[in-house]
């Protein structure tokens, strides 16, 4: 019996990472869509997510949280749509590594930027990125070769690391760097990316006129 997919998010969240994972994968899924500070944080919500935060997913009794886990675990799900690299291959090392490196020093690092966290040289042992400007040069030398993270096999890192990419180069927090551009422009072109782009913002709130 195929098991039940559930997807809970805000258009206005991370979930529009998962969205692209889902369409990705091609399998039905059904969307609940939360509200930040009220349904997010029901009782009913919360055992799903005791930290009252969007996305996730439940698949049968199985509940993810976390993008890029949700990203992995239903790569793992949904085999048939081949989105990592077999085990054993030898891309499945570049795939978890660029995938929980962005997950992790990628986003400590630009969030800590954006706040204006000043890490000092003595200090770069203490952050798990180092520092913001070797953390990005990490990046660009992971996306570099191309087309993909996994050269020429798109997989769900693609979606996680784009993702980042794509809203650091949007808010200004990431460098405008060609190889950014050229990366982020190749995937958003893919029409998964871009069916979920369209379903997301029919989710978002309406603009009032003014009178």
Same mark, same amino acid.
């Given at each position: 019996?195929?098991?039940?997919?559930? *997807?809970? &998010?805000?258009?206005?969240?991370?979930?529009? !990472?998962?969205?692209?994972?889902?369409?990705?994968?091609?399998a039905p899924y059904?969307?609940? &869509?939360?509200?930040?500070g009220t349904s997010?944080?029901?009782?009913?919500?919360?055992?799903?997510? +005791?930290?009252? =935060?969007?996305?996730?997913?439940? $698949?049968? /009794?199985?509940?993810?949280?976390?993008?890029?886990?949700?990203?992995?675990?239903?790569?793992?799900?949904?085999?048939?749509?081949?989105?990592?690299?077999? $085990?054993?291959? @030898?891309?499945?090392? +570049?795939?978890?590594?660029?995938?929980?490196?962005?997950?992790?020093?990628?986003?400590?690092?630009?969030?800590?930027?954006?706040? =204006?966290? @000043?890490?000092?040289?003595?200090? =770069?042992?203490?952050?798990?990125?180092?520092?913001?400007?070797?953390?990005?040069?990490?990046?660009?030398?992971?996306?570099?070769?191309?087309?993909? !993270?996994?050269?020429?096999?798109?997989?769900?890192? /693609?979606?996680?690391?784009?993702?980042?990419?794509?809203?650091?180069?949007?808010?200004?927090?990431?460098?405008?760097? +060609?190889? *950014?551009?050229?990366?982020?422009?190749?995937?958003?072109?893919?029409p998964a990316a871009?069916?979920?782009?369209?379903?997301?913002?029919?989710?978002?709130? =309406?603009?009032?006129?003014?009178?």
């Open positions: 019996m195929t098991r039940s997919l559930t *997807f809970y &998010t805000n258009p206005q969240s991370r979930g529009r !990472i998962i969205r692209w994972m889902l369409e990705e994968v091609g059904e969307t609940v &869509t939360l509200d930040f997010m944080k029901d009782i009913d919500y919360l055992a799903i997510n +005791p930290m009252g =935060k969007v996305p996730a997913i439940r $698949h049968g /009794d199985t509940v993810v949280t976390e993008c890029a886990a949700i990203c992995a675990y239903l790569a793992d799900a949904f085999p048939e749509a081949n989105l990592a690299p077999p $085990h054993g291959s @030898e891309r499945r090392g +570049p795939y978890y590594r660029w995938l929980f490196f962005t997950a992790g020093p990628v986003e400590a690092a630009v969030t800590n930027q954006a706040l =204006k966290v @000043e890490v000092g040289p003595e200090q =770069k042992g203490f952050v798990g990125y180092g520092c913001f400007e070797e953390t990005i040069d990490n990046l660009e030398h992971a996306i570099l070769p191309g087309p993909y !993270i996994c050269g020429d096999q798109f997989t769900a890192a /693609d979606v996680y690391v784009g993702a980042q990419i794509g809203w650091g180069l949007m808010f200004g927090t990431i460098p405008k760097r +060609p190889a *950014f551009e050229d990366y982020v422009g190749r995937l958003q072109s893919r871009i069916r979920a782009n369209e379903l997301d913002d029919a989710l978002m709130p =309406k603009q009032e006129e003014p009178a």
